[in-house]
């Protein structure tokens, strides 16, 4: 079923394609259904079914001129477009727009890394380089410097900026959007803009200072639809010497309220890496009574925990630490997070990892030789691209619900038990139970997961999906907790919960919206922000 | 690895045979480079990560296959253009689509006369 534009018929869309084509070449322009099947969300709950979003067309320009033409194209013909850079969203709707019948504006043909600045430790990129193709970019020049690259490597430093996306180093690194510096965008009339000092004609400094002079709207173009990006600057962190890991594990259930604090003293005061927290309890989930108490209504009680915990003789929550400096730095730092965690939660106990000089060698990036169980992703932590995590990928995809809540064990508890009880109505993995260990993605707060797969071939199954995403996404929200990121047929629930003072945020965000592109040439409803032309269509 | 097509022609007859030889040569060692840069991430033959046997796409065909086929592709010659531009176009199970804008139709059957040169 090929689908047309908002207000088209085949012959103003035959029309609109032609002018496309005349700014691109026949070869950059898709559409037909066989054409577009690449441009659908694999990983869709609701693949195949009506509420499906699919695009009528694509095109892919060469360069930021054609970036520019395309934008007015669409602004004659009122076609809304969808900005993609590698395209590979999958978990949060792949390439798909929010409007059925958008064009996909796919940049990755706009892959130029412009430049890698070791001496100042930064980066300009295009939107199609992939972190593949930045690492490559460095490793053959020999640069000395480190990228925070997020799973799989296939991405782009602008596509998961953009959505928020997260990686695996420093905090100053792994939060995306956080270490951009600069950026360059096509606006919904065409024009082009640059953020920070990239305003300032003849600036040397786009890369360093962000912010220039006066608002930064920067923040409009991640989840937003305010424009195209079509080059943007990342701060790097120099190559470091070294890289140390250890483990601390701690005896109680309780244990995980100390750990946080020292935890989140460690990590804000620049010492370590990204910490991973894991529950050693894991493995006991395979006996059917330990996996029924770790799910039952209500939660279990802490001694029950405890004693479930003993019984076994494991400890009740690890963290991973991994350090990143000076070999010195990095056995000082470790010391000093042992005598601080050691000294102050009975029983914890401290073993030391794997640690080595940088560049990793093969050998040591396969992470064989963690003399315990770790939760590292030794790649990602190293900032080496992969594809590696697909292994975790089952059925046809899968669709992702990642709620933020604060960084602190109470916390952890009450999410655990909560989503938990919300959750066991549907035919799911337990994604929160009581050993469900938080997230420690962006810089200072937690996250947990929920990730439910989809299978093509069982509309069911998936529509089971669909709803346990909705009404996790609600029952989140009463609790003050929200979504980082979604796909774009969940963005109006999560974009509804951010709702302080009768949603006055989104109506900030639309009369802007409203002001710079109200017929919705910029992937109209990202976000959960709708221009006038179709806010009451898509609110009802 | 495959076998890279390097023949040199001894006779006036063999260089009209060696300028297509060398022309599907260039093609399939084109074809090597844009399987070592899409392809070997998720279907190439070393270590998953982090303790990992196989990559994941390795994997997956080798729990799909059972041994009946070698589960790294480039151990494979069954998969001529067609085959392989129906499951880089449609995806397959896991496997997302490929776009055209990534990987063009010429890179596909780059990459399928790399697949084709014996091992
Ligand atoms: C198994 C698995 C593991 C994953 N692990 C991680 C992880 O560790 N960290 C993480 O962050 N994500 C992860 N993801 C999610 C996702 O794969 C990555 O975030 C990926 O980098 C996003 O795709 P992309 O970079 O191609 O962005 P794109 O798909 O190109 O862009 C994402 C969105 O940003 C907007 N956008 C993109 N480019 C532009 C532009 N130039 N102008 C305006 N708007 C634009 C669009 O709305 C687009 O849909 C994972 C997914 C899976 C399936």
């Keep these: 079923m090929s689908v047309l534009p908002p207000d088209h018929d085949e012959a103003a869309f035959a029309a609109y394609v032609a002018d496309l084509r005349g700014v691109v070449g026949d070869d950059w322009v898709w559409s037909g259904d066989n054409d577009m099947f690449p441009y659908r969300d694999s990983f869709s709950p609701v693949w195949n079914t009506p509420e499906e979003i699919q695009a009528s067309s694509a095109v892919a320009p060469a360069d930021v001129d054609q970036v520019q033409e395309v934008v007015r194209v669409a602004g004659r013909h009122r076609v809304p477009l969808h900005p993609i850079s590698t395209g590979k969203n999958f978990g949060y709707g792949g390439p798909s727009p929010n409007v059925p019948g958008s064009t996909v504006l796919d940049l990755k043909r706009l892959d130029r890394v412009i430049e890698v600045n070791e001496a100042r ?51 100053h690194f792994r939060d995306h959007f956080g270490a951009h510096c600069g950026m360059e965008v096509v606006l919904p009339d065409g024009e082009l803009m640059r953020t920070g000092m990239g305003a300032m004609p003849g600036s040397g400094s786009w890369q360093e200072y962000p912010y220039g002079f006066g608002p930064d709207p920067a923040g409009l173009f991640a989840q937003g639809n305010f424009g195209v990006v079509t080059k943007m600057g990342f701060r790097l962190m120099p190559q470091p010497d070294y890289y140390r890991t250890g483990l601390i594990r701690v005896p109680r259930r309780r244990d995980l309220i100390k750990l946080v604090q020292h935890a989140n003293y460690l990590s804000d005061a620049g010492m370590v890496s990204e910490i991973r927290y ?199 929200a009463e609790h003050g907790w929200g979504d980082y990121r979604a796909a774009p047929i969940y963005q109006d629930d999560v974009s509804a919960s951010y709702s302080f003072n009768n949603h006055q945020l989104r109506r900030f965000l639309e009369a802007m919206k409203d002001a710079v592109d109200p017929d919705g040439i910029i992937a109209p409803g990202r976000g959960g922000v709708w221009p006038r032309r179709f806010r009451d269509r898509s609110r009802t | 690895m495959k076998w890279l097509y390097l023949a040199l022609p001894l006779s006036a007859l063999a260089v009209t045979a060696s300028v297509a030889a060398q022309s599907q040569g260039s093609q399939a060692q084109r074809g090597q480079q844009l399987f070592t840069h899409f392809c070997a991430p998720c279907h190439g033959q070393g270590a998953g990560d982090d303790r990992s046997d196989m990559l994941p796409g390795t994997a997956a065909l080798a729990r799909r296959y059972q041994g009946a086929k070698p589960a790294a592709l480039e151990l494979r010659t069954d998969l001529p253009a067609p085959v392989l531009t129906l499951f880089v176009r449609r995806g397959v199970g896991p496997m997302p689509a490929f776009r055209p804008s990534e990987l063009s139709d010429a890179d596909v059957a780059a990459i399928a006369a790399y697949l084709a040169q014996p091992d």
């Design chain 1, 121 to 171: 430790n930064y980066c300009l990129v295009e939107p199609g380089v992939s972190y593949f193709d930045l690492y490559q970019h460095i490793q053959q020049r020999g640069l000395k410097v480190m990228i925070d690259c997020p799973d799989p490597g296939w991405g782009s430093p602008v596509g998961n900026a953009l959505d928020r996306g997260v990686g695996y180093t420093m905090p």
């Design chain 1, 278 to 476: 894991a529950s050693p309890l894991s493995p006991l989930q395979r006996q059917p009574e330990f996996a029924a108490l770790v799910t039952k209504m209500g939660g279990p009680s802490d001694a029950e925990m405890d004693a479930a915990a003993a019984a076994a003789g494991l400890h009740s929550w690890a963290i991973d630490l991994q350090f990143l400096g000076p070999e010195a730095a990095t056995a000082a730092q470790w010391e000093y997070a042992k005598d601080r965690i050691l000294s102050d939660i009975p029983r914890a106990e401290a073993l030391d990892g794997d640690h080595f000089a940088l560049p990793a060698t093969e050998e040591q990036l396969e992470n064989r030789t963690q003399p315990y169980p770790t939760a590292i992703r030794r790649k990602g932590a190293l900032g080496v691209p992969s594809l590696g995590i697909w292994e975790i990928v089952r059925d046809d995809g899968h669709v992702g619900f990642f709620p933020v809540l604060p960084r602190d064990g109470e916390a952890v508890f009450e999410m655990q038990r909560v989503l938990g009880d919300a959750s066991r109505e549907y035919p799911l993995p337990p994604y929160f139970s009581a050993i469900t260990a938080p997230l420690f993605w962006h810089s200072f707060t937690f996250q947990m997961v929920f990730a439910p797969s989809v299978r093509h071939a069982d509309p069911e199954h998936n529509a089971m999906v669909h709803r346990a995403m909705k009404h996790m996404v609600a029952v989140a």
